[in-house]
């Protein structure tokens, strides 16, 4: 009697061990896969206001230099690869905030349009990798290897972008 008691309570046990490995797995894999879908979106974003700065640099509101600047700093932007993307984006940011609200002209709205697009993407992928790092940290996903070999997602450190005057961090 003892030993069916005793029988079934590590049957349960190990049942329930068993739900919660796969429940963890199955989160950890839609995080994972929420992370990608927020660097997609982010990197759409930054596209978005590579193409919006590459017009604004074809306008010819701007002087010859400045918009030579702009456009290779947008040609350098869109051509970074990940891991020094932040990097070029920050040159691209100052680039743009060193354009005057008057000289952006029809394309003011624009701009401001695609860098709000690109602080809500990149909070939103920071957001996803924050909790996808959190848990591959615990013990539990750890100790079990659930991760597997999916790699570890990296933040996306997108500078500052002033707006108008004020400043909006990513």
Partial sequence: MIA??????????????AFRLWLTAHRLDRLHKRTEAAWAAC???????I???????????????DSADLRAAATAAD????S????????LTDVLGGVSL????????????????VTLACRFYNDAVRDTRALRASWFT?????????????????????DGGKTVTG
């Fill in 142 to 162: 750890r100790f079990f290897r659930l991760a597997g070999r999916a790699r570890l997602p990296e933040y996306f450190d997108m500078p500052a972008i002033a």
């Fill in 51 to 65: 193409v919006a700065a590459r017009s604004l640099a074809a306008t010819g509101h701007l002087p010859p230099t």
């Fill in 4 to 17: 069916a008691i005793l029988v079934t309570v590590v049957v349960v046990l190990l049942l329930l061990s």
């Fill in 79 to 82: 051509r970074a690869p990940r």
């Fill in 84 to 91: 020094s993307r932040d990097t070029a984006e920050q040159a």
């Fill in 43 to 49: 990197e759409e974003a930054l596209a978005r206001r």
């Fill in 102 to 117: 008057e000289r952006r002209g029809d394309l003011a709205d624009e701009l401001a349009d695609a860098e709000e697009r």
